[in-house]
Structures are given as structure tokens and as C-alpha cells.
């Protein structure tokens, strides 16, 4: 079984700046896509960012493109994602997310399509 354990979040104001990671229980994380999501209260969860396979494939939500970078070390069994101008509307609860099937483009931040959860670390934008 695979476990994924996020770390990073917190508070911070806005225009600043988190670093979120993810540790994963895998001795192949480049077989796996990988991505993070979040959720706020009241609202569904939505993919932020998510990288296939291989690192030539990457999407960003409209809302954090310019501003989120994903990254994977498959060396490492790490990803991680970094926050940069972050807003009040970035508040939400983050999780990482692995994906072992290929998907479209189209469909690659789906997050029904990925199967092995972390159970996720708080960000709070706030002043």
C-alpha cells in the first residue's frame, strides 16, 4: 500500500509565499502521475496542478497558473509544490495525489483518476 504524507502548510499573508511537500512510500514514483489538489469548505475539490509520468506533460488550474510550480524527485520519492503570491481565495485544504493510468491531456488533473491520497495540510492566506 501506498502512503503519502504532506507537510508545509500554514499561515501566511497574502503575497507570500509556502513551499508544500509530499512524501511518498514508493520506490517508483516516476511510474505515477502526480498531483495536488485542494478543497475548501463548501466548494469541490479541484485540481491545482498535476505532472504526468514523465515531466513533459504539466497542468495548472487558470487560478494558480503563473504563480504554483510542481515538481517531483523520483530519486527522492518526493513532490512538491511551490505557492508564490498566494491569496485569500488559496485557502483550502492541499493534498498530494498519485495516478498510475495514463490519461489525456485533457483529463489529467481529474481527481477521480488518482487512487493513493495524502490526507492533506492546511493553507490559510490571510492578513
Known amino acids: 500500500q501506498l502512503h503519502l504524507a504532506e507537510s508545509g502548510g500554514g499561515l501566511v499573508q497574502p503575497g507570500g509565499s509556502l513551499r508544500l511537500s509530499c512524501a511518498v512510500s514508493?520506490?517508483?514514483?516516476?511510474?505515477?502521475?502526480i498531483g495536488w489538489f485542494r478543497q475548501a469548505p463548501g466548494k469541490e475539490r479541484e485540481g491545482v496542478a498535476c505532472?504526468?509520468?514523465?515531466?513533459?506533460?504539466?497542468y495548472y488550474a487558470d487560478s494558480v497558473e503563473g504563480r504554483f510550480t510542481i515538481l517531483r524527485d523520483n530519486a527522492n520519492n518526493m513532490m512538491n509544490l511551490e505557492m508564490n503570491s498566494l491569496k485569500p481565495e488559496d485557502t483550502a485544504l492541499y493534498y498530494c495525489?498519485?495516478?498510475?493510468?495514463?490519461?489525456?491531456?485533457?483529463?489529467?488533473?481529474?481527481?477521480?483518476?488518482?487512487?493513493?491520497w495524502g490526507q492533506g495540510t492546511q493553507v490559510t492566506v490571510s492578513a
Open positions: 505532472m504526468s509520468q514523465s515531466t513533459g506533460t504539466i
Open positions: 514508493t520506490l517508483s514514483l516516476a511510474k505515477y502521475a
Open positions: 495525489a498519485l495516478r498510475s493510468q495514463i490519461m489525456t491531456v485533457e483529463r489529467m488533473c481529474e481527481s477521480t483518476a488518482f487512487g493513493f
